[in-house]
């Protein structure tokens, strides 16, 4: 009598464990993109939706929720409210701005609610941040121009959206290069928005003004259009100039044989991102002294360069990829645990 009630404890017991693996909880995380100008985001977007996926093919179901629009700072804090009162377990934003989100932060915060900014970093306390280091992305670009230059030489810089955190961030990091370069002057800074078209014709005007240009420190987004009109111009073997990480920019830096480098800032940013969510919502512990930045709230990521010798290498891994496709990386999220105690 006593075996046949331990073996029915035991099935019973199995029986539990079946049905509560059955119903695992899903994590709810709403995805906020307050910007859709570029293929980029779109990568981005689809690189996150593609992690979560992968962590429901494991048996940890993930749900996405993407809020994608072009918004001011004001347009986006509704995106992030709007995911508030659906009762997300976590969100996880690439921001228009560094300090706008702080009260409404502080509102998911209150409700229990997980808050990441990718791409781009936050001064809210009420928030963590996962992605590169953006004025590194830019010191690491700005170094490979004055080196390229020989240290010496006239430069123009193209830059993305003006006050756009990431942007700002940029800015500081190229600048603070330029300085211990003391051959290297700069003859204009311009914006374009992170726009291929504005890029090209920005560039365009800067060489009917400056015609003596040795370099060209442009952000990514631009830079295919500012190469672009080099060309056009017949001054491609005279100019060293920062590039993109697109394949058709890629295929075009290979065929022309440009003298050119780029930092990597990843779409699977906010993939990496969505690993770390996923970890902390399981109720993993941040290690003590993880966080840094210029906020001290962020887990930064590594930053890939692509230069010419290793062009043919980038080159391969885009082929079946369409023209948009951006080299890319993501914190796995093997790796994401490192973070974590």
Partial sequence: MKKR????????????????????????????????GSEWRTQM?????????????????????????????QG??????NFINQGVDAIIINPNSPTAFNPVFAQAKAKGILVIATDAE???????????????????SAKWLVEALGGKGNIVVINGVA????????????????????????????????????????????LATYPDIQGVWVQDGMAAGAWRAIIAAGKKDKIAATGEIRKDFMTVWASEKLTSGASVNPPGVMASALNVAVLKLQGKAFKDGIFGGVYGNALYIPIPFVDNATLPARLKEAEGKPGYWSVTATVTPEQAAAFFK
Avoid at 51 to 71: H, N, R
Avoid at 122 to 140: C, E
């Fill in 5 to 36: 009630w331990l073996l029915a404890t035991a099935v019973a017991a199995m029986v539990g464990l079946m049905a509560g693996s059955s119903e695992a909880k899903t994590f709810r995380i709403g995805l906020s993109n307050g910007w859709v």
């Fill in 45 to 73: 977007i689809e690189e996150a939706q593609a992690a979560a996926k992968a962590w429901t093919d494991k048996g940890v179901p993930v749900e996405v929720v993407v809020q994608s629009a072009t918004v001011d700072a």
């Fill in 76 to 81: 986006q804090i509704g995106q992030v409210r």
């Fill in 122 to 140: 936050v001064s809210s306390k009420d928030a963590i941040y996962v992605g590169i280091d953006q004025k590194a992305w830019a010191m690491q």
């Fill in 163 to 206: 006050g756009n955190p990431a942007n700002e961030m940029r800015v500081a990091g190229y600048r603070e290069v330029l300085k211990t370069a003391p051959g290297i002057k700069i003859l204009n800074e311009a914006n374009a928005n992170w726009d291929q078209a504005q890029g090209q014709q920005t560039m365009q005007n800067l």
